[in-house]
């Protein structure tokens, strides 16, 4: 099992609305430590070339809180919390946005783990 994490993973800081070339990879995970107590809203879109983006209108994009529009809300986060987030990038389109927005947002820092590689070793 270990040698499958480390073969089937890659992880990066994330500045909140870059482009990630996602392909071969079905799931990533956003680790966020928060920097400003309050909401955080994380929307996702998707593209074939990595320049034009559209949303991502998936009520199961957010593995543990499904939701009707494909973008997902927290209640408060208290400053220097510690969140990950699962997405299911399964049906995307090779380069994905994910942009952290509302209260919560300000002075956060994001990493992305990708995984579930469908060619190993990554």
């Known amino acids: 099992m270990k040698r ?5 993973t890659r992880v990066q800081p994330y500045t909140s609305g870059d482009a990630i070339e996602r392909k071969g990879f079905l799931s990533c995970v956003v680790g ?3 920097g400003t107590a309050g909401a955080l809203t994380l929307t996702v879109t998707h593209s074939d ?16 809180k499904p939701t009707e529009d494909g973008a997902f809300t927290t209640e408060s986060i208290e400053k220097d919390a510690v969140v990950n987030f699962d997405i299911d990038l399964i049906g995307l389109k090779d380069y994905v946005k994910i ?3 509302g209260a919560a947002a300000t002075g956060t820092t994001l990493a992305v783990a990708l995984g ?3 060619v190993q070793p990554v």
């Open 32 to 34: 966020a430590v928060i």
């Open 4 to 8: 499958e994490l480390l073969q089937n």
């Open 99 to 101: 942009t952290a927005s």
């Open 116 to 118: 579930d590689a469908n």
């Open 49 to 64: 070339d990595g320049t034009t983006f559209e949303d991502v209108k998936d009520k199961n994009l957010f593995i543990e």
